[in-house]
């Protein structure tokens, strides 16, 4: 059973930054794609980073320069800095995981299966 748990959110400043944390477990597959999504409330959920099997990322427009995905193998987790952080970051953030098809390294978003219950980020200006 693939699981996936978020940490880190909280109330900031703007400008102010935060670390998520996620950790993943349940699966012993090499190729996996994970990504960071948000929610925020009257808004369609949308990706934020997601980083493909073979270690390529991609962020959202709106978070350019300032956020960063990475990977710790070793230990099974993914982070999110959060850097510049702005009130329009304010959201439910969720981790989730996916198993892309063979012969690819990137997955579609409905290809997301696993999701964590998100951790809430909150930036006041």
């Known amino acids: 059973q693939v699981q996936v748990v978020e940490s880190g959110g909280g109330s900031v400043q703007a400008g102010g930054s935060l670390r998520l944390s996620c950790a993943a477990s349940?699966?012993?597959?090499?190729?996996?794609?994970m990504g960071w999504f948000r929610q925020a409330p009257g808004k369609e959920r949308e990706g934020v980073a997601t980083?493909?099997?073979?270690?390529?990322?991609a962020y959202a427009d709106s978070v350019k320069g300032r956020f960063t995905i990475s990977p710790d193998n070793a230990k099974n987790t993914l982070y999110l800095q959060m850097n510049s952080l702005e009130p329009e970051d304010t959201a439910m953030y969720y981790c989730?995981?996916?198993?892309?098809?063979?012969?690819?390294?990137?997955?579609?978003?409905?290809?997301?299966?696993?999701w964590g219950q998100g951790t809430q980020v909150t930036v006041s200006s």
């Open positions: 349940g699966y012993t597959y090499s190729s996996v794609c």
């Open positions: 980083i493909d099997s073979d270690g390529s990322t």
């Open positions: 989730a995981a996916g198993f892309p098809p063979y012969g690819r390294s990137w997955c579609r978003q409905y290809e997301y299966q696993y």
